[in-house]
């Protein structure tokens, strides 16, 4: 279903010009991407969000799968230089923060897109398509 539009016009050649008049309105960075029923639709490139506020989009937009990859990545790593150092494990993780912010600021965006590829989430338009393809977001399938 998508979350834009409801179905409540009785004509769906309607529903879908409006779909892509509202589509159309998106930043050229955002892509749209269905498996049938549920549609996403988010931005190609780094992760703002992210940046300022680590896990909490991975949260927000219900990823469980890369919340719990990035935070076991982090508390590996803070584990790691707990060991190494002899500081204390809450002194590891304060310190290895900001690092981890800005790697998921890089990184979030294409691990979300590459999950929901992973689930059966496919491109919703063409330009998404190119978008997702060309950044290499999206992995192409050859037959």
């Known amino acids: ?74 508390l590996f790593f803070s584990m790691l230089v707990t060991f190494v150092t002899g500081i204390g494990l809450d002194q590891a993780s304060e310190s290895l923060s900001f690092l981890f912010q800005v790697i998921w600021g890089f990184i979030y965006n294409l691990m979300y897109f590459r999950h929901l590829q992973n689930i059966g989430y496919k491109a919703g338009t063409p330009e998404s398509l190119k978008l997702l393809v060309e950044n290499h977001y999206f992995k192409v399938k050859r037959k």
Do not use: H
């Not at 004509?11 to 309105?25: H, I, P, T, V």
């Not at 498996?35 to 300022?52: A, I, Q, R």
């Open 1 to 74: 279903m998508d979350p834009f539009f409801n179905g409540n016009n009785d004509e769906n050649n309607q529903d879908e010009e409006e779909k892509k008049a509202f589509y159309s309105l998106l930043p050229s960075n955002y892509a749209i991407v269905t498996n049938g029923e549920n549609t996403k639709v988010n931005k190609v490139g780094f992760s703002y969000t992210s940046l300022f506020f680590g896990v909490l989009p991975a949260i927000l937009r219900s990823d469980w799968y890369n919340l719990a990859c990035m935070i076991g990545i982090q």
